[in-house]
């Protein structure tokens, strides 16, 4: 179990006046636990009290590592896990749970207790994994070179004859050779008037002379995320991608010079979009600036304009402005940095300059 977690959790539960938590999502209960099970469609549920006490209901299919140091309560397939539970709530309690958990649990939960009262807490544990600690960022810190190496094997691929999906398909091998798994991310890989689409998916388009090549993606390693976004030019550049690019690589280096703890989510946000609106590009800049980033590819905080929330040391969130014009193409440039109380630290290091390939 990741005690010290653990116990800054009760700590806020203590704050908040909730006498139990219930953690069911697999990023939150390696989080607190620090080992990873796939349950599957079946029950799997951490009840934490305030005072520190837990139990683990697990179904007896699945394997437990030792490390896991609590009271395991094991149900089969002939069982009711949701009666289980109810037995350890007490009446009156207040409960929250897992923004995640499925209704069928979360209503049978309801019916079984009816004396609890239930809510949602995302804030409660989402607050406490947007800081990581030093064992989380030497993770982020190795996730995010691999994705640096694996973007630069995966840049020197473009030429005329490889489609967005082959280069989109390059990936899964590449990333396994570095010990990530980049089955069952969302990336995207884009030429041309498709990088207009920020969320493009990628098909069998070849690549033309002074097409733009986007390529956003990360891979989890050892469960952690990374995430950069690299734009670069086949062949050649016209002059208005080229001024594109600059407007947003400005906008992306100032915004990025502003990271510091205490300084409200949406400085950032707007730091970057107003350098872009100046040049006259606003309305082509769709998307917030960042997103906070750990054991899922966006986390708590936004980096966006409805985000007010102060940036703290430890956490890590993306930097990536971008202007996309229909018909023509688009620019995104993302960075991860690490927040500290003076300044961030980026985690990728591939450069940020524009490139022609």
């Not at 309305?283 to 590819?297: D, E, N, S, V, W």
């Amino acid at each position: 179990m990741k005690t010290a977690r653990v116990a800054k959790l009760c700590e806020k539960m203590r704050e908040r006046s909730v006498d139990l938590a219930v953690i069911s999502s697999k990023e939150n209960l390696y989080y607190f636990t620090g080992a990873y099970l796939d349950p599957m469609e079946r029950l799997l549920a951490l009840v934490i009290h305030s005072d520190g006490s837990s139990q683990y209901f697990v179904n007896r299919l699945f394997f437990v590592d030792p490390s896991v140091q609590t009271e395991l309560i094991f149900w089969d397939d002939t069982e009711d896990p949701v009666a289980m539970m109810a037995k350890v709530i007490p009446d009156g309690a207040n409960v929250v749970i897992d923004q995640d958990w499925p209704a069928r649990f979360l209503l049978g939960l309801m019916e079984a207790q009816p004396n609890a009262r239930y809510r949602n807490m995302p804030e409660l544990v989402n607050q406490l994994r947007a800081v990581k600690d030093a064992e989380e960022i030497e993770l982020m810190t190795r996730s995010s070179r691999i994705n640096d190496r694996v973007m630069e094997q995966l840049l020197a691929q473009v030429d005329g004859q490889i489609t967005e999906e082959k280069l989109a398909n390059l990936r899964y091998e590449l990333f396994a050779q570095e010990g990530a798994n980049a089955y069952g991310t969302c990336c995207i890989f884009s030429y041309g008037a498709h990088c207009a689409e920020p969320h493009h998916v990628s098909d069998a388009t070849l690549p033309r002379p002074g097409d733009s090549v986007m390529i956003d993606m990360g891979a989890p390693y050892q469960h952690y995320a990374s995430d950069m976004t690299r734009t670069v030019f086949y062949r050649e550049v016209s002059p208005e991608m080229e001024k594109i690019y600059n407007i947003v690589l400005r906008a992306h280096h100032e915004a990025a010079k502003a990271i510091r703890a205490g300084v409200p989510c949406c400085t950032i946000d707007r730091i970057a979009r107003d350098i872009i609106t100046q040049e006259g590009y606003g309305a082509y800049f769709t998307h917030r600036t960042g997103h906070g980033i750990g054991l899922t590819p966006h986390e708590f905080p936004d980096i966006s304009s409805k985000c007010d929330a102060p940036l703290q040391a430890g956490m890590i969130h993306s930097v990536e402005p971008g202007i996309y014009l229909p018909g023509v193409g688009g620019v995104r440039i993302e960075n991860l940095y690490v927040v500290t109380e003076t300044g961030a630290d980026p985690l990728n290091q591939l450069p940020l300059d524009l490139m022609v390939v």
